[in-house]
C-alpha cells in the first residue's frame, strides 16, 4: 500500500458519517471484558504485590527484631584466632574471624611489605 493508497482511505473514512452507537455501548463492553478476565484476574501480580507488601514488611520487621533472631555465635565453627587466620586462604573466609583476627592479619600484611 503506497501513499496515494493511505490518502485515499483516510479521505474515505473522514467523509463516513460518525456510526450510531447506543449510550451504553461502553458499559457493556466493559461488562464483557471483566467477564473474560476470568480467573486470570487472580493471577495478576500487580494486585497481590499492593496486597502483600505491607504483610513482607511487617514479617521482615518481626524477624529483625525477635529475640536471639541476630546470634552472633554459631555451634558448627569457632571463632579464629588472629595468628590462625590468612587472608589469602579460602577457608579462613568460610569461618567466624574476631575482628581483632582481622586487624592483626592487616597489620602483619602492611608490615610484610615494607
Known amino acids: 500500500m503506497n501513499e496515494d493508497d493511505q490518502n485515499r482511505v483516510a479521505a474515505l473514512l473522514a467523509s463516513m458519517p460518525p456510526p450510531d452507537v447506543p449510550g451504553d455501548f461502553v458499559s457493556r463492553v466493559n461488562a464483557r471484558i471483566d467477564e473474560s478476565e476470568g480467573w486470570f484476574g487472580v493471577a495478576d501480580f500487580r494486585v497481590w ?8 514488611a511487617g514479617l521482615g520487621l518481626i524477624a529483625m527484631l525477635w529475640p536471639g533472631a541476630a546470634s552472633t555465635t554459631s555451634s558448627v565453627s569457632t571463632v579464629a584466632p588472629a595468628a590462625d587466620f590468612s587472608p589469602a586462604s579460602p577457608a579462613d573466609w568460610q569461618q567466624d574471624v574476631s575482628a581483632d583476627a ?5 597489620l602483619t600484611r602492611a608490615d610484610n611489605g615494607r
Open 49 to 56: 504485590t499492593l496486597r502483600l507488601a505491607p504483610l513482607a
Open 102 to 106: 582481622l586487624l592483626a592479619a592487616a
